[in-house]
């Protein structure tokens, strides 16, 4: 069982809808929560960063976090083409080993 | 501010070659990764190095992957010999200390014949 699993998608949303990400994982120690955005051929890029539990809000973008279920979302609100690409979870212990372990991703597609 | 820059963009070989990647952090970013992304999966952290010092190894196959970051700054990975299953894009991601982001550059593809 890989720690971190994230469905691969693809997920076609039509432009406009609210759009959920999700991972689960099974490493209870993790503690920081990322979401990457990556474009076909590029990088990834830091979307959110969440420490422990609860909420965070940025724009059209939230992220949660619930420990107790090792449950991570990403909700993007009125999704917009340029919102296509795949998006990375990611996270990491607080003390140990730091690096951060990432999903395999989510390919989304909004459609015009 | 300039980002992370890589090179080459796209490497083919054949399996027992050598092959080298370069990377130029961000200027002032004291912490500079190495991933391998292998098609279908997140990125995979190979190396961390602070300043110059390597901080974490631990996924690195030693046997045939080595990387250097001379003076702190640019940084160079290579395998030798390369095998199939070394096909994969190859990340370079770069921090200041004790900063959570981490800011990648495009990636250098390599496919191994």
């Known amino acids: ?112 | 501010e300039a980002g992370v820059a890589q090179s080459p963009r796209y490497k083919i070989i054949e399996k027992r070659q050598s092959v080298a990647f370069w990377c130029n952090p961000i200027s002032g970013h004291a912490t500079l990764y190495w991933y391998q992304q292998i098609l279908g999966q997140g990125p995979k952290l190979l190396i961390q190095f602070q300043n110059n010092g390597v901080v974490d190894d631990s996924q690195l196959p030693k046997d045939r992957f080595s990387a250097e970051r001379l003076k702190g700054v640019d940084s160079t990975l290579k395998i030798q010999p390369a095998k199939l299953e070394d096909s994969a894009v190859y990340l370079c991601a770069s921090s200041r200390a004790g900063d959570e982001t981490q800011y990648f550059g495009p990636g250098t593809r390599l496919l191994v014949l």
């Open chain 1, 1 to 112: 069982q890989k720690e971190v699993e994230q469905d691969p998608g693809p997920l076609s949303v039509p432009e406009g809808a609210i759009v959920s990400l999700n991972c689960t994982y099974s490493n209870s120690a993790f503690q920081y929560f990322m979401w990457y955005r990556q474009y076909s051929r590029k990088g990834p890029e830091l979307l959110m960063y969440t420490y422990s539990s609860g909420n965070k809000e940025d724009g059209r973008f939230t992220a949660q976090v619930d420990k107790s279920s090792k449950y991570i979302s990403l909700f993007i609100r009125d999704s917009q083409p340029s919102d296509s690409a795949t998006y990375l979870c990611a996270m990491r212990s607080r003390t140990g080993r730091r690096a951060l372990t990432f999903g395999s991703g989510t390919r989304l597609q909004v459609q015009p």
